[in-house]
């Protein structure tokens, strides 16, 4: 299992992108993301679709249109992507011969998994888009150096 999958890489580069180039209210274009992040067109723009959907940003359309943050980079997470792109991170799924496992109630095994995945969405909760901006840039934009953990 990937983690990290090409539509998050293309993801948080967007993201990141708006968030260092957008005042809030300024809107940027798929076309000015595609010449600056050097990403196929098509891809890129379902990628900003499915943000788009899930709250992460605004679209506008026509001339002057495009995407803009909805929220700010300390409140967006690498868990909030992996979990728009691939659901909660499983790292397994109980099943003997196509079958539910009979242990499955009481499978110390199932239990120690599942701690691994809570401690892997912890994790991915504290690296917000916010972190992986350069420092210049969060101090620049004070509304956006605000990080949730």
Same mark, same amino acid.
């Given at each position: 299992?990937?983690?990290?999958?090409?539509?998050?890489?293309? !993801?948080?580069?967007?993201?990141? $992108?708006?968030?260092? +180039?957008?005042? +809030?209210?300024?809107?940027? &274009?798929?076309?000015e /993301?595609? @010449?600056?992040?050097?990403?196929?067109?098509? $891809?890129?723009?379902? #990628? /900003?679709? *499915?943000?788009?959907?899930?709250?992460?940003?605004?679209?506008s359309?026509?001339?002057?249109?495009?995407?803009?943050?909805?929220?700010?980079?300390?409140?967006?997470?690498?868990? =909030?992507?992996?979990? #728009?792109?691939?659901?909660?991170?499983? $790292?397994n799924?109980?099943? $003997?011969?196509k079958? #539910?496992?009979p =242990?499955?109630? &009481?499978?110390?095994?199932?239990?120690?998994?599942?701690? *691994?995945?809570?401690?892997?969405?912890?994790?991915?909760k504290? *690296?917000? /888009? !916010?972190?992986l /901006?350069?420092? !210049?840039k +969060?101090?620049?934009?004070?509304?956006? !150096? @605000?990080i949730?953990?």
């Amino acid at each position: 299992m990937r983690l990290i999958t090409r539509e998050i890489d293309y !993801a948080i580069r967007a993201l990141s $992108f708006m968030a260092q +180039n957008n005042h +809030n209210s300024n809107v940027i &274009t798929v076309s000015e /993301l595609v @010449r600056k992040l050097k990403t196929p067109r098509p $891809f890129l723009r379902k #990628i /900003l679709q *499915i943000l788009n959907k899930k709250g992460l940003l605004h679209s506008s359309k026509g001339t002057g249109g495009g995407f803009r943050l909805v929220r700010s980079p300390g409140e967006i997470s690498l868990n =909030d992507l992996v979990t #728009i792109f691939h659901g909660r991170p499983k $790292f397994n799924k109980c099943v $003997f011969n196509k079958k #539910i496992c009979p =242990d499955i109630r &009481t499978c110390p095994l199932k239990k120690k998994i599942e701690n *691994i995945e809570q401690y892997v969405m912890t994790e991915l909760k504290a *690296i917000t /888009l !916010a972190s992986l /901006l350069p420092k !210049a840039k +969060n101090e620049k934009r004070g509304h956006y !150096a @605000r990080i949730s953990q």
